[in-house]
């Protein structure tokens, strides 16, 4: 289900994301080049899943066609307990709210090196707070619980950053070189590029 909503998704919105892409990887590119910087390719390629990312997060959870209903739930756990555990609505509304916010905790944690929870907790609380703020002013409701379950999705993801960082300093050293990860990315990339061209249907693999 929550895969079936990201790809209707990407299907909705790939002009806007392919017009950023191309925008921002030009601005990018004459940046490395004016400045006379080191490209490293994964670096730039993870940056670019963020944004592709990030478009997905915010156009998902400002649409309007997903709930007509608006509304405020001010008391904790109030939406949380309401379905059972296992059915449909605990995984989209329970699990499906964990879940799309565990990238965000990944992203933010590893471009501010963030060492302790405390150091993304804010920018989660912030960003949930600020999209039910608005999903208020559009026709949605505010629902407290969806904060709360985008936070732990954000301590997740913080949590996935600490332990892949912990486990990449003991790798053997070619392991943790750019050229491997490069390569990686680069298998990624194809994949991509061969997945979304089908998706929007081009057809040209």
Known sequence: MIVDTLTSTLKEVWPMIVIFLVVIVAIRATYIRV??????????????????YALLLFYLLTSTE?????GYNIVPFTEI????????????NVIGNILIFVPFGYFVSSYVKASRVSHILFISVLTSLTVELVQRQIGRSFDI???????????????LFIGLTAIKKHLPRIFQ???????????????????????IGLGWF
């Open 35 to 52: 400045n006379h910087e080191r490209l490293v390719f994964y670096q730039e390629f993870w940056n670019l899943v963020f944004v592709v």
């Open 145 to 159: 619980d969806d904060i709360l379950l985008n936070v732990v999705g954000s301590i997740i993801g913080f949590m």
């Open 177 to 199: 070189s750019d050229l491997f990860y490069n390569l990686i990315c680069i298998v990624f990339f194809v994949f991509g590029v061969i997945y979304f061209t089908r998706l």
């Open 81 to 92: 307990f309401r379905y059972p555990v296992g059915s449909v609505g605990f995984t989209k």
């Open 66 to 70: 997903l709930n007509h209903n608006s």
